[in-house]
């Protein structure tokens, strides 16, 4: 197999967005990747062997920079949390590429077990960092019995169920959901420390 040129895999998954911004989803191939990024396909395939180990690396990537995010602010937890949901408030419209991603993702895993475990991975990695700003927030859990690890499950799936509606329908009220989102979740805290 040739080697890559100077292109680096940063600079694959930036054609990748911008191919995705300008065209859809839909035409997001390898090949358009290459021409975006000026080289051949061969060096794409070098880092990607399948469009959707391109896809897979967009929504690492996409997710590892929102919490790298998170974590880089260095305001007291509650204010951290709510630095997550207004990531994720912003990844919720109609036309979400990471949603439409992942969800693509998701469906093509029910028949790779590769790429379930992948996405897997990436679901456990998105809710033990969601359990760790509870933990740091809460010294007991707002509601008896529920420990920080359920809240993360809980609330990763409640934002990935609102990029479902979102995605479903142009005229979802994700400012006001993510809105009350907030304020739900800011009286739990308040009340539970």
Known sequence: ?????????????????????????????????????????????????????LMLSLVEDICTSAWEQVESNTSPGP????????????????????HRLFFSLMVYSFQHEEMKKQLHNLLSFENKALAEQFASIFTTSPVEGISPETWGILINAMIDGLAVQALLSNSFPADRVYSELEALLTREITSGK
Do not use: W
């Open 1 to 53: 197999m040739a080697k890559p040129n100077i292109v680096s895999k940063q600079d694959l998954l930036a054609s990748a967005k911008r191919c995705i911004a300008e065209y859809g989803i839909e035409k997001l191939t390898l090949k358009a990747v290459a021409a975006g990024a000026g080289v051949t396909q061969g060096t794409v395939y070098y880092h990607f062997r399948t469009k959707e180990q």
């Open 79 to 98: 204010e951290k949390l709510k630095d997550a949901l207004h990531a994720a408030h912003d990844r919720c419209t109609s036309d979400s590429f990471y």
